[in-house]
C-alpha cells in the first residue's frame, strides 16, 4: 500500500513562492508516475502538474505553466511542486497524486492520494 504525505503549504503573499513536497512509502516509487492536483473552495478538483517515470518528462495545466515546476528525487522517493509568482486563485489545498498504470497523467487516473496541504496566497 502506496502512502503519499505532502508537506510545504502555507499562507504566503502573492508574488511569493513555496515548494511543496510529497513523500512515498510503501512502493517502488521510481515506478510510479507522479502528479499535483488542487481543489478551491466551491470547485472540483484540478490536475496541476505531473510527472511521468523514467523519463521524467512533465506535464502542467496552462494557468501554472512558467511558474511552477515538477520534479522528482527517485532517490528520496519524494516528488517536489515548485511554486513561483503565486496569485490568489492559486489557493486551494493541494494533493499529490501517484500510479503505476501507464495513462495519461493529466486525468484522474491516479489510485493513491496523500491527504493534501493548505496553500493560500493573499494578495
Known amino acids: 500500500q502506496v502512502q503519499l504525505v505532502e508537506s510545504g503549504g502555507g499562507l504566503v503573499q502573492a508574488g511569493d513562492s513555496l515548494r511543496l513536497s510529497c513523500a512515498a512509502s510503501?512502493?517502488?516509487?521510481?515506478?510510479?508516475?507522479m502528479g499535483w492536483f488542487r481543489q478551491a473552495p466551491g470547485k472540483e478538483r484540478e490536475f496541476v502538474a505531473g510527472i511521468r517515470r523514467w523519463p521524467s518528462v512533465t506535464y502542467y495545466t496552462d494557468s501554472v505553466k512558467g511558474r511552477f515546476a515538477i520534479s522528482r528525487d527517485n532517490t528520496k522517493n519524494t516528488v517536489y511542486l515548485q511554486m513561483n509568482d503565486l496569485k490568489p486563485e492559486d489557493t486551494a489545498v493541494y494533493y499529490c497524486a501517484a500510479t503505476f498504470k501507464i495513462a495519461d497523467p493529466t486525468t484522474d487516473v491516479y489510485d493513491y492520494w496523500g491527504q493534501g496541504t493548505q496553500v493560500t496566497i493573499s494578495s
Open positions: 510503501g512502493g517502488t516509487f521510481s515506478s510510479a508516475t
